[in-house]
Nanobody, 115 residues
Framework: QVQLVESGGGLVQPGGSLKLSCRAS????????LGWHRRAPGQERDFVAS???????QLADSVKDRFIVSRDHGKNTVYLQMNSLKPEDTGVYYC?????????WGQGIQVTVRS
């Protein structure tokens, strides 16, 4: 069973930055891709960012030019650097890993952006 553990969330003011980390229980190159989704209050869980085994990065339009996704193979960890945060970035952020199109999810971590 794949385990994904997120850390780094919290409360930040608009315009601030946070860096989320997600450590996997196994070699991250076992996964087709790693990434992040988020669930804003009262909404569905939406795609935020991903990086595949070949290093190809995808970002949602709403976070392009503000968020950066990266990975550290030696630490089996994927990161989400979030800059210029906006109140609409508030939500629960979920780390995900895909193997043969099947998603595995972390437990989620809260990010709140407000003055």
């Amino acid at each position: 069973q794949v385990q994904l553990v997120e850390s780094g969330g919290g409360l930040v003011q608009p315009g601030g930055s946070l860096k989320l980390s997600c450590r996997a229980s196994e070699n991250i190159f076992n996964f087709n891709s790693l990434g992040w989704h988020r669930r804003a209050p009262g909404q569905e869980r939406d795609f935020v960012a991903s990086i595949n085994v070949g290093g190809k990065i995808q970002l949602a339009d709403s976070v392009k030019d503000r968020f950066i996704v990266s990975r550290d193979h030696g630490k089996n960890t994927v990161y989400l650097q979030m800059n210029s945060l906006k109140p609409e970035d508030t939500g629960v952020y979920y780390c995900d890993a895909t193997i043969l199109s099947r998603y595995h999810w972390g437990q989620g971590i809260q990010v709140t952006v407000r003055s």
